[in-house]
């Protein structure tokens, strides 16, 4: 069974604890750790089948990292140099630098390195990609991705490195993972839209803010033949509108996001240990372009400012 270390239990933390949980009450792991400096972070870790305060002198088969950002670059780094497989929340480095960086290790010592764009996981995107890749929903014309939040801010946040990653790596995703041509953004740190231009014309609208009136979380795919409507926090189901007429369709699977990765990064470590391959998801290339174009919003959000 395998010993997991989950580094980092604030409010994200927690939800791959709880997930945890449930995968080691199936069987699926063994022994949980929670590692974190804070006295109310261990306490909440109720659980954990043990906390601690330092990562030294543990033996475990894998790490996820839920640290703050600006510390993912330099302790995944670590991690990997010292042999373990990672599974570092987004983003993977606050530059594009940092992120090669982070991959360049992971490839020089062999250890598998995740990076928490679990929307790729989500069963409603993995039946969309298929819809589209059946034509089902005729050529792609325009994509939107709204992720409006009541939730604050966090101290020192930016809308677009937190929300906006997802977004931005989902339509490079279900755009056969393109590379944009360009960015665009309006807002600020809080509240900003995004639109990324792609070959052919084709152009998706991000919309992501913080300190929202009410919760939204859907994904527009309007195609020549059909639109698909997705709501992220529904898990089992989208909805697809074709010919003036919406109705339900129901996916395969109805497994949350976090628990479809966590448990791909368990195969993955099993697989390795059995010496056999093993994929990364998303792949490393499409990780690094994540971070860049995120990089590349939010510098053009500030350069495009009024002074």
């Known amino acids: 069974m395998l010993k997991v270390a989950l580094i980092g239990c604030?409010?994200?933390?927690?939800?791959?604890?709880?997930?945890?949980?449930?995968?080691?009450?199936?069987?699926?792991?063994?022994?949980?750790?929670?590692?974190?400096?804070?006295?109310?972070?261990?306490?909440?870790?109720?659980?954990?089948?043990e906390t601690t305060v330092s990562i030294q002198g543990l033996q475990f088969d894998f790490v996820i990292l839920a640290t703050p950002?600006?510390?993912h670059s330099q302790q995944a780094r670590d991690l990997l140099s010292e042999g373990n497989h990672v599974l570092v929340e987004k983003p993977l480095g606050n530059c594009e630098t940092e992120a090669a960086n982070v991959i360049a290790t992971a490839r020089e010592h062999g250890r598998i390195l995740g990076v928490g764009l679990l929307l790729r996981f989500h069963p409603a995107i993995i039946?969309?990609?298929?819809?589209?890749?059946?034509?089902?929903?005729?050529?792609?014309?325009?994509?939107?991705?709204?992720?409006?939040?009541?939730?604050?801010?966090?101290p020192g946040g930016d809308v677009i490195e937190s929300l906006g990653v997802h977004a931005i790596d989902l339509m490079c995703h279900l755009m056969s993972e393109s590379e944009?041509?360009?960015?665009?953004?309006?807002?600020?740190?809080?509240?900003?839209?995004i639109a990324l231009e792609f070959p052919h014309g084709i152009e998706a609208i991000i919309d992501v803010a913080?300190?929202?009136?009410?919760?939204?979380?859907?994904?527009?795919?309007?195609?020549?033949?059909?639109?698909?409507?997705?709501?992220?926090?529904?898990?089992?189901?989208?909805?697809?509108?074709?010919?003036g007429k919406e109705k339900e369709i129901?996916?395969?699977?109805?497994?949350?996001?976090?628990?479809?990765?966590?448990m791909h990064m368990v195969r993955n470590v099993k697989r390795f240990n059995e010496n056999k391959s093993w994929t990364p998801v998303p792949d490393y290339g499409a990780a690094l372009r994540g971070v860049r174009w995120t990089e590349r919003a939010k510098q053009n959000r500030f350069l495009s400012r009024p002074h």
Request: glycine share 8%; aromatic share 4%; net charge negative.
């Open 10 to 49: 604030g409010r994200w933390g927690l939800n791959h604890l709880s997930v945890l949980s449930a995968m080691r009450d199936k069987g699926l792991i063994g022994h949980i750790t929670v590692v974190d400096p804070s006295n109310e972070a261990r306490s909440a870790a109720e659980l954990a089948d």
């Open 69 to 71: 950002s600006n510390m």
């Open 127 to 154: 039946m969309a990609n298929q819809m589209l890749n059946n034509g089902e929903l005729g050529r792609i014309e325009t994509l939107r991705f709204v992720r409006r939040t009541q939730r604050s801010a966090p």
């Open 180 to 193: 944009p041509n360009n960015v665009s953004v309006e807002g600020d740190n809080l509240d900003s839209r």
């Open 210 to 243: 913080w300190g929202a009136s009410k919760e939204r979380r859907n994904i527009q795919i309007t195609g020549s033949s059909g639109s698909l409507r997705i709501d992220l926090g529904i898990h089992d189901r989208a909805f697809l509108i074709s010919d």
């Open 250 to 262: 129901f996916c395969e699977s109805s497994c949350s996001p976090l628990e479809a990765e966590l």
